[in-house]
């Protein structure tokens, strides 16, 4: 029948069934770049929305975002030189507690918001184009640019004290980040669902994240630890990222002790199943 018809519409229109196949995939393209086009205005909104909470609409909420890390690094910093001395380290100690604490920083802050922005952003599930993993993504979104304009920030400061900022491996700091980034939120995708339904979950989160903070070679490289604390401390897969930051960044360390198939893991296991919990319980997210 359906060729039957195809032959009857070429004949009276002079278009063959190729033309009419032609026609209706430019017309499935235009419906998926509307579709993509939508999703994108919507995270928009949704990032301005939440940037609007975030700085509270002041500049004093972003000025307080650029001193947080700046006094813990120097703060930091001071501490070392008190307890070790600036000369025992074979690196600028100034570079490596900003090239630790601030992808920390932004890890921590994505991973703790992620968990929290399904049930900040209930009231918008209402509207049927806004979808749950929406205001996800532009959290994750907003974080990473907030500390990317930080990062900016600091760096320039740095610079103009006459701190060498210029990393040894620009290509894998960049790949170290955004790897930790997309870590952050795979587990904050998939314990973000099991916060909705267990809020217990968010105040652990928020009790570990202090003794992660310690235990995640942020303030120190691994070389220097003791055969056993070292071999304990890598099952951390934090550790691998700081490791791969730092002998990245600094001409006097490496990365002998990253392991990437640990890191990938640690990253695509919580990913694929964050999106299928997502996927079971998304209609649960409005329906609370």
């Not at 002079?14 to 086009?37: C, V």
């Not at 620009?170 to 870590?183: H, K, N, Q, R, S």
């Not at 220097?224 to 304990?232: D, F, K, M, Q, S």
């Amino acid at each position: 029948m359906s060729e039957y018809l195809l032959k009857l519409l070429h004949r009276v229109n002079g278009f063959s069934p190729l033309d009419y196949a032609a026609q209706w995939m430019e017309i499935e393209l235009e419906e998926e770049k509307s579709a993509i086009r939508r999703f994108g205005r919507i995270v928009y909104a949704l990032f301005l929305r939440q940037l609007q909470t975030r700085l509270g609409g002041e500049v004093t909420g972003f000025i307080w975002v650029v001193l947080q890390p700046l006094v813990m690094i120097l703060l930091f910093t001071v501490m070392h030189a008190v307890i070790s001395g600036r000369s025992s380290s074979s690196y600028d100690v100034v570079v490596f507690m900003g090239s630790g604490m601030i992808p920390f920083f932004l890890f921590r802050t994505i991973l703790q918001t992620s968990i929290n922005v399904f049930k900040q952003n209930r009231s918008l599930y209402f509207y049927p184009q806004v979808k749950p993993i929406d205001a996800f993504l532009a959290n994750a979104l907003l974080e990473s640019s907030i500390y990317g304009i930080v990062t900016l920030i600091l760096l320039s400061l740095a610079m103009l004290v006459g701190v060498d900022v210029i990393p040894k491996d620009f290509d894998w700091v960049i790949v170290g980040i955004l790897w930790l980034i997309l870590l952050a939120m795979s587990w904050g995708l998939l314990l973000g669902v099991f916060n909705l339904f267990y809020p217990v979950v968010g105040r652990f989160v928020s009790f570990l994240t202090l003794p992660l903070l310690i235990l995640s070679a942020v303030f120190f490289p691994v070389n220097i630890l003791p055969p056993l604390a070292r071999e304990w401390i890598l099952y951390n897969p934090v550790v691998h990222f700081m490791e791969l930051i730092h002998g990245s960044y600094l001409s006097s360390l490496d990365t002998r002790y990253v392991d990437y198939g640990y890191m990938i893991e640690w990253t695509i296991v919580p990913l694929f199943l964050g999106l299928w919990l997502y996927r079971r319980s998304e209609w649960k997210f409005v329906a609370q």
